[in-house]
């Protein structure tokens, strides 16, 4: 039984006790209800103080009675709200210190700034992908569900920068800048955390059109708009729906059987050199290189079978997942860009 539940079981009792004492009082001694109740409660608190009235022999066997249910009982109880108050203070303290020295320990993680609409949406992708991240949230109950989940959670506000810099903030490879409709807040965490760490990647969220050359300036890889995607979703539903049906299959958990993913040529590698046609054969296996972009280039190349490939290039290409990995790990890449874990235990 849950500590909650035998607590108020014990308040139960002896309430009970405390009714009977004050009955059996004026039943036996024929004391008014307020003389009854008096003793009753010394009774039972053990205070030493002298009786009300003298007692006859079934008033001195009816205490003896009421002190041994009732030292057992307020015992009990104490005991149990003493386990309530560990329950909810030290392990809380030992948890959140445990998740600090989980969150220090981590480096190329993620921070993910809000854990409202968006944020929330963008977490599971994170725990399916097996990406390391951090939460920052400013609201106690939101912060609270999110660590009773699993995560690694920072409670406070990502504008303040003792909150980044406890997230990790000079550590991390990525920031998510998710946070409430306040557009300021978002344009000093970019600019705070550009500052922190000038090789971020900054992906922020502008909730008005207005903001996004404010987050650019302040640092912004990238900026998301909610409603430009949303015009682009709903003019391809209109005009193109059978290219918008399948961009959502691939880019959904269960992908249809396909997926969209990145491969990087690196530096030195032994596919430098190589055509479309020749790097497909040499690593045999079967998905299609739908897009390349060269290191500083501002266009992609739409390849065919003759074109080149270089060194630090950029591939986009749709396929199985398990041809996908097979490819990266013939090519030493891991099959995530990220490692290690994403979520926290508290137990």
Known sequence: MPSSQR???????????MAAGTLGYMEIERWNLVDSLFMTVITLSTVGYQTVHPLDRSGKLFTILLIMGGVGTVGYAIATLSELFLEGHVYKLLGIRKMDRKIGSLKDHVIVCGFGKIGSLVVPGLVEKSIPFVLIEENPQVAREAVEKGY?????????????KKAGIERARSLLVTPSSRAADSVYITMSSRLDNPGLSIIALASDPKTESKLIKAGATRVVSPFVLGSHRMLLALTQPTILDVLDRVVSPDG????????????????????????SRDLGVKFHIIAIQSRGAARLILPVAETVIKSQDQMVVIGTQDDIDRAKDQMGMSSSRYGGEGSFETT
Request: hydrophobic share 55%; glycine share 12%; charged share 20%.
């Open 256 to 279: 249809g059987g396909f997926v969209f993913d990145e491969i990087a040529i690196p530096e030195g590698s032994r596919f430098d050199g190589l055509t479309v046609s020749d790097f």
């Open 7 to 17: 607590l108020l079981v014990a308040m139960l009792v002896l309430l009970g006790l």
């Open 152 to 164: 690694l959670t920072v409670e406070g506000n990502a504008a303040d920068e003792e909150v980044l």
